[in-house]
């Protein structure tokens, strides 16, 4: 009876120590998934965010200007590399864009202002030529 | 206390930690930083952009710097010139980025490095 119980107290402490490592093991991997999620979430933001002002840079669009602001040059039929044209940027009606900025070395002027909601911002600037002067295009956009 | 079974729950506690510690470690590094693309894509702006205008004015440049990497330590290489700003910054790594132009016949190299 004593060694049974003596056993028991063994089996006892053992499962507490197991359950307890168990239960620790499974709320960390729960809040390591937690935070890997909104760490994908916030990466993807970014990764579009970046790739979206990339591609306006260096893309001629006439219906979008986010899909492209560059110059093309329709007697070379080719886009000329770091020319821009940023006032396209003034038909911008996209809602999570809080801010279009344009500054040139004596100039600052504000294309677009707009209140999303969200509070998670990514202020981005890329530098080309616009009328012959170095132009910085500042974006503010917001993850909707 | 059946001292055996002690030290099989003493052990298994330390391979569940090892274990944990693996897990976690892993997850760490897979995490992925786009500032670095960001950079690059802001460097090749610059040299594209000085590559264009032709006559390389070294107090525009500079202030081109400036203005696209605001206090960062940050080196432009060209036509045997070397300017260095902020040169007393620490850093950790650094990016280059070389373009390359015609003048007077001659190619020219340019790189822009700009240490983190």
């Known amino acids: 009876m004593q060694k049974g119980l003596l056993f028991s107290f063994d089996l006892l402490f053992a499962s507490i120590l197991w359950f307890l490592m168990i239960f620790l093991i499974l709320y960390s991997l729960n809040q390591s998934i937690e935070s890997s999620a ?5 990466i993807e933001f970014q990764k579009n965010a970046l790739m979206q002002m990339d591609s306006m840079m260096k893309n001629f669009d006439e219906n979008n200007a986010l899909n492209g602001i560059a110059f093309e040059n329709f ?30 070395k004596n100039n600052s002027k504000t294309l677009i202002e707009n209140n999303p909601k969200s509070k998670e911002c990514l202020s981005l600037q890329r530098m080309g030529i616009s009328n012959n002067e170095k132009t910085i295009v500042r974006i503010v956009v917001c993850n909707e | 206390m059946n001292e055996k079974a002690a030290y099989l729950t003493i052990e298994a506690i330390i391979s569940l930690l090892a274990l944990t510690a693996i897990i976690a470690s892993q997850n760490a590094n897979n995490q992925v930083n ?39 330590k940050t080196a432009i290489e060209f036509e045997d010139n070397l ?9 950790s790594n650094s990016i280059a980025l070389k373009g390359f132009y015609w003048k007077n016949n001659k190619l020219n190299e340019i790189k822009l490095t700009v240490f983190n």
Request: glycine share 0%; aromatic share 4%; hydrophobic share 35%.
């Open chain 1, 38 to 42: 909104l760490e994908i979430k916030k």
């Open chain 1, 75 to 104: 007697a070379k039929k080719r886009i000329e590399t770091a020319k821009i044209e940023p006032e396209k940027l003034l038909q911008v009606k996209e809602k999570s864009i809080k801010e279009i900025k344009l500054i040139t």
């Open chain 2, 34 to 72: 786009l500032t670095e693309l960001y950079q690059v894509q802001k460097q090749a702006d610059l040299i594209r952009v000085w590559v264009i205008s032709e006559n390389l004015n070294q107090d525009e440049m500079i202030s081109d710097v400036n203005s696209m990497f605001p206090e960062k």
């Open chain 2, 83 to 91: 300017i260095e700003l902020n040169k007393q910054k620490k850093y």
